[in-house]
């Protein structure tokens, strides 16, 4: 098992999620930008111009790699081919740092384009921290694992989802990635404080915070729904709520993810620069 006091080697500064429309304007202008995240399924081949792209950012950024296909809570092993193309990757770049999420996206020979709930019980724990005990052995370092977006709690769920991650880092020494949105999400749509879930989080493994926009809708009775998309700016009451937690945790990694209807650079290039004044008010 990997020891628990490693961290992140990101810099406590803003990070972007990066798309390719904006590989220019990101060497030439990054403004208060300190780090890129990648999506590791997007750079599992062997060349082309996104491998090149990526190498080229690799020598002034700092990288973090992010999954979204290794399936950690899924039922089955893990893809051995696919965490193999992992490791390829991971193997080259050398990135700052690894993060997957809390969920699970394959059943039998499907895959599912969605990052699935699961329930807190000691059954899904002893299974989630094998998985990740693996995916750290195959890759040799720590992993970050980030907190989900719910839409409905489950019934036969024995454990809050912030005891259950503590004793996932307490077994596999990984860390933690908390979504702060994430948060948000999952506190509108299960009626529950989202300042109550950052006091109970155990922010002491936290390795990187994100933010990112959400979709609003209405449940079958009209209460709020809330719908992690990626694909807005980040709304004022989860600006509230990472200013709060970040007030606990002191300065961390801190990504804007916008992954869908991606706006021009100087959309997401003030989005930073409202995270690097965040940073601001909590640096030592």
């Not at 030439?28 to 080229?56: D, K, T």
Request: aromatic share 8%; with cysteine.
């Amino acid at each position: 098992m990997l020891d628990a006091t490693q961290n992140s080697q990101l810099p406590p500064r803003p990070g972007v999620g990066y798309k390719a429309q904006h590989y220019t304007d990101i060497m030439n202008n990054p403004g208060p930008v300190g780090w890129l995240e990648i999506h590791a399924e997007n750079y599992m081949g062997h060349g082309g111009r996104p491998i090149a792209q990526l190498r080229h950012l690799a020598e002034r950024f700092p990288i973090s790699v992010h999954g979204v296909g290794l399936s950690i809570g899924g039922e089955g092993d893990l893809d051995a081919d696919h965490l193999a193309r992992l490791k390829h990757l991971v193997d080259w770049l050398n990135p700052a740092s690894f993060s997957e999420h809390l969920a699970w996206s394959t059943h039998d020979a499907h895959f599912f384009n969605d990052l699935l709930p699961l329930p807190y019980t000691e059954e899904t724990l002893a299974r989630v921290a094998t998985h990740i005990s693996q995916v750290q052995d195959t890759l040799g370092r720590q992993m970050l694992l980030e907190n989900p977006s719910s839409y409905l709690a489950f019934a036969e769920s024995t454990l809050s989802e912030t005891d259950f991650l503590r004793e996932i880092v307490s077994r596999t020494g990984c860390g933690l990635l908390l979504d702060v949105n994430n948060v948000f999400v999952s506190a509108t749509n299960l009626k529950t404080s989202p300042q109550d879930y950052i006091d109970n989080f155990p922010l002491e493994a936290v390795g990187e915070i994100h933010l990112g926009g959400h979709d609003e809708d209405e449940d079958e009775t009209g209460a709020p729904l809330l719908i992690d998309s990626h694909g807005k700016a980040v709304v004022d009451p989860v600006w509230a709520l990472l200013d709060y937690t970040l007030a606990k945790s002191g300065p961390r990694p801190l990504l804007i993810e916008w992954d869908t209807d991606v706006p021009e650079w100087p959309v997401l290039a003030a989005e930073t620069a409202r995270a690097d004044a965040a940073l601001a008010l909590v640096a030592t």
